[in-house]
């Protein structure tokens, strides 16, 4: 990769990802308690069940050495000499019964806390893409699609193994700890302090590695985050990438993120593994500790062979828990890196607020007033200054103007997709933030010239604009906008089935789908930004007709460059940076001579070229 290219790569990548950083955070005990009351619906139906079997295996795992101690010391090796068959296979068969009842205790849970695991994840998931959808467009404009999509999947993911058995196992090995040492205190406390003295000086070594290890995962979630990023940018952009023949600085960048990931990777699981060698080596010493000492003890009569088999035995025990509490720490700080991710997004507040038990927006009969309306995109930069926009119920207002000028932002504002800095809209005379955002979107209709398709069949993105809609009703909608024959011309018809955003469509035929949806939810105000862009004059004209029917007493806003389309208008409205500087039918704005007939003229000198 070159310097140049390494450094457009190093600021694209700054530019891109720039909400994405390494939370310098200690360790947030209440984010984790919060993201364990996903567990909470569950704790009276499937927790007493956990609970049970996890007591039921440790309660065994503990027991085991205890029968060994036994058959040692009663049946293989007794004070008086004389060995017992009998009692040998007596413990044998306790043994065995013991591990039956492990087995089964471990089967069955495992069993329910995946049961757990997978609905609280489930419940996570829906709760986060619930929150997104409710996010306004602010949101969406400042983070690219990858980033919110990695929250949804990976880092949701990532609490999977926490939740299915993570949990569970690391309170049986807290229990098995503690029941161990307390069983090697009590048989005896020398010996067990001794085997016990290596513990803390373990902590201590390893305490210095959590704080880093904490960071590394973080920068692994982060790194794995700018990849599913550039990825969905490189997918969705593949046209222009192999149309300007960028392919192999498109693979440099993604090779530059996809190292920086491996390494991030790679540094994260190495400072994880120094945790087993840790464990290994205070394992040694504390195994040479107790057969040091523990031979002692025998030989002064103070322990038998049996409780020295069973101190080793339980010391094995000890050390498997504490190599597991290791890794469950390294997966509890991947836990916290997704998590504080997750609950970012999930405490996001959206701009766009509907107020507390809104108003519900009785039908409307389609008077629209923009008053003295002030909006900013960036704070101290207007994209409109004081624009009062009066439209009567069933008029036509067409919005002309430069590329900037206001149109689209003036649409977006009537939708509430945006909230305006000063000023109102009101339709009828209601403020539209004092009803219910559902209520007002479902009696105004919009089409963009960005037109989305969904996957699944044509008469199933028609049908997106009022899912109860008929058959007879989505072929009428389909018809009156002239997309019926075309359709019809597909393999399947109306049950063709489109790909992802519709690719097996010319961009026409989208936008006359996209068209059709929206005059399917019959709105009362129908919006058409730039909606015949994309479209052959011949199909326009068409279209043309079908609308003087169709937007017949419903209040229609047309933004258009193309002002042959909005020629018949009852008003054209012409925009300035954010002012509105004419406005008037055709005729008149011609006979005035101004911007808007600058506008037709430089179009005319356009086509005539």
């Not at 609905?119 to 986060?128: E, N």
């Amino acid at each position: 990769m070159s310097e140049q290219h390494t450094a457009r790569g190093d600021n694209r990548e700054r530019f891109i990802y720039k909400d994405d950083e390494i939370i310098e955070k200690p360790f947030n005990w209440s984010q984790l308690g919060r993201l364990f009351q996903y567990m909470k619906p569950y704790s009276k139906q499937l927790l007493p069940l956990v609970i049970v079997t996890m007591v039921l295996g440790t309660a065994t795992r503990l027991a085991v050495p205890a029968i060994i101690i036994m058959a040692i010391d009663e049946a293989i090796s007794p004070k008086n000499g004389e060995t017992s068959l009998t009692k040998l296979y007596m413990y044998a068969g306790l043994m065995l019964l013991l591990y039956v009842i492990q087995w089964a205790a471990n089967t069955y849970r495992i069993k329910y806390t995946s049961l757990i695991g997978q609905r609280v994840i489930f419940d996570l998931r829906q709760d986060l893409f619930r929150h997104i959808q409710k996010l306004s467009f602010r949101f969406f404009d400042k983070r690219p699609a990858g980033s919110v999509l990695v929250r949804v999947t990976n880092d949701v993911n990532a609490l999977q193994d926490l939740f299915t058995n993570g949990v569970v196992n690391l309170l049986m090995d807290c229990v098995q700890l503690i029941g161990i040492i307390v069983i090697l205190l009590l048989w005896n406390f020398k010996l067990g302090a001794a085997v016990m003295i290596t513990v803390p000086l373990m902590f201590i070594v390893s305490g210095a590695l959590r704080r880093r290890i904490r960071f590394a995962w973080q920068d692994v979630r982060m790194k794995q985050s700018r990849i599913n990023a550039h990825l969905n940018e490189a997918i969705q952009g593949m046209k222009v990438t192999q149309a300007y023949t960028q392919e192999k600085a498109n693979f440099s960048f993604f090779n530059h993120v996809n190292n920086t990931n491996i390494k991030a990777w790679n540094k994260a699981s190495a400072l994880n593994q120094a945790f087993g060698p840790i464990i290994e080596i205070t394992s040694a010493i504390g195994t040479l500790i107790l057969f040091w000492y523990g031979s002692h003890l025998i030989q002064a009569e103070v322990i038998t062979v049996g409780v020295l088999v069973g101190f080793a035995n339980y010391v094995g025990n000890f050390w498997d828990p504490i190599n597991r509490l290791g890794q469950m720490y390294a997966q509890l700080l991947v836990a916290m890196a997704s998590s504080e991710r997750i609950f970012e997004f999930i405490d996001e507040k959206p701009t766009v607020v509907e107020q507390h038990e809104a108003d519900k927006l009785a039908s409307i009969r389609g008077d629209v007033k923009f008053d003295s309306i002030v909006f900013e995109y960036e704070k101290g930069r207007p994209a409109l200054k004081g624009i009062t926009l009066d439209v009567k119920a069933g008029q036509t207002i067409a919005l002309v103007g430069h590329t900037g000028s206001g149109k689209s932002t003036i649409m977006n504002l009537l939708c509430r997709f945006y909230d305006p800095v000063e000023g109102a809209v009101l339709i009828d005379g209601i403020d539209i933030r004092n009803v219910s955002i559902e209520s007002l979107r479902s009696q105004v209709g919009i089409v963009l010239q960005d037109t989305f398709i969904f996957s699944g069949s044509i008469r199933d993105n028609i049908r997106y604009g009022r899912l109860n809609a008929s058959d007879d009703d989505v072929v009428k909608a389909a018809t009156a906008v002239d997309a019926h024959d075309f359709i019809m011309n597909l393999p399947d018809g109306y049950d063709t089935q489109v790909q992802e955003r519709g690719n097996i469509l010319s961009m026409g035929q989208r936008q006359l789908l996209s068209f059709a949806r929206a005059l399917l939810a019959d709105p009362r105000v129908l919006i058409l930004d730039e909606a015949t862009a994309s479209i052959d004059t011949e199909t326009e004209l068409k279209i043309q007709e079908a609308l003087k029917t169709l937007l017949k007493g419903r209040t229609s806003f047309i933004v258009a460059h193309r002002l042959s389309t909005i020629r018949n208008a009852d008003r054209i409205v012409v925009l300035d940076h954010g002012v509105i500087v004419e406005q008037g039918n055709h005729e008149e704005l011609i006979r005035h001579g101004g911007t808007y007939n600058g506008l037709i003229e430089a179009q005319y000198r356009f086509l005539s070229a």
